[in-house]
């Protein structure tokens, strides 16, 4: 690669990003398009139909953002997987496109490695304990013998999603998760709900329709303080014994709830118990962004030294980061 400027392209679901980074680790650019619904969730060939609308005005406005020409980009990454299959191909369609026309290489990255590399990028922890909290997502992540283990995860559905439905149904337009946590520090009375860990593992469902039947019979602000307090404190608990096992001194938190103000004071009287060093991603990049895929490309290309046929570009919605060899840490 003999240009310092890397352009990825995230799509995995109803984001779509394009960022613009340079070999030094330096956002340039980091420009994003959510599609909005007026109720209920959104189809996934809307979200692709989105995506493939919007891609070209992204791209310029990156280039502008970054002040660069796309000329000046020596190599394309995007959102490999996991994913929703019809919009993690427009994201790719698009690389692919750029790639070929510019004569640049092109790489596919797994989503949930991105979110964890833009993490210790900018809260610069060297060997964290990760946290990765998103919608589709929930799972406690270290870095162990040359791939990400996962120490413990959401055996049904990811924090984020079960935070949106039971907004949806408190009539919390999408997404619910900042609305949900400004109410839950209004909240003054705890509401008994399911708490399920099994193991290592988590599960949102039993909580989720306990709390949804609970809906008009209590104080909106206390049964969202009781969810989102209740669902933390299962997190924490896996969180705790990861810790215990992997004997990590750092703990990283990623991926759209690290910007949740309740998580963070839950995790930092975690933190001092426990004394551990915190991190959480800043704001800007807890969300899907382009500027993380953009950094992961750099990684896996430059650092691991890895190269990709057209045919390895083939997107993968099933995706598992633990599958994936780490070549770029030494």
């Given amino acids: 690669m003999k240009s310092k400027y890397i352009l990825g392209i995230e799509s995995t679901a109803h984001t779509f990003g394009i960022g613009i980074v340079t070999d030094k680790g330096k956002v340039l650019a980091n420009i994003r398009d959510t599609l909005k619904v007026e109720t209920g969730g959104f189809l996934p060939r809307d979200a692709a139909e989105h995506h493939y609308n919007i891609a070209n005005e992204m791209l310029q406005n990156a280039l502008k953002t970054a002040n660069i020409d796309i000329s000046h980009i020596g190599l394309v990454s995007f959102s490999q997987g996991p994913g929703i299959g019809q919009c993690l191909h427009a994201g790719a369609s698009f690389a692919k496109y750029i790639s070929l026309t510019l004569k640049k ?119 969202i303080y009781s969810f989102l307090h209740t669902s933390y404190a299962m997190l924490l608990e896996v969180v705790e014994r990861a810790l215990y096992y992997s004997k990590k001194k ?68 099933n995706q598992r980061l633990d599958s994936i060899k780490i070549t770029y840490l030494k």
């Fill in 105 to 223: 290489p092109l790489i596919g990255v797994n989503h949930c490695l991105a979110h964890i590399e833009i993490g210790k990028l900018t809260t610069k922890l060297k060997d964290p304990l990760s946290i990765f909290v998103s919608g589709a997502n929930t799972q406690i992540i270290a870095y162990k013998n040359g791939y990400y283990r996962v120490y413990g995860e959401t055996q049904d559905m990811g924090l984020g999603n079960a935070l949106d439905q039971f907004g949806r149904e408190l009539g919390i337009p999408f997404p619910a998760g900042p609305v949900l946590d400004k109410l839950y520090f209004e909240g003054n009375k705890y509401i008994e709900l399911p708490y399920t860990v099994k193991g290592m593992d988590l599960s949102f469902a039993g909580i989720l329709t306990s709390a949804k039947m609970q809906i008009g019979k209590h104080r909106k602000e206390d049964l």
């Fill in 250 to 317: 750092e703990v990283m938190v990623v991926g759209g709830v690290a910007a949740s103000k309740s998580l963070r004071t839950m995790l930092e009287s975690l933190g001092k118990q426990r004394k551990v060093k915190l991190g959480f991603v800043p704001l800007e990049y807890a969300g899907d962004n382009g500027a993380m895929i953009a950094w992961q490309g750099y990684l896996q290309y430059t650092k691991g030294h890895e190269r990709q046929t057209l045919k390895q570009t083939k997107t993968n919605p």
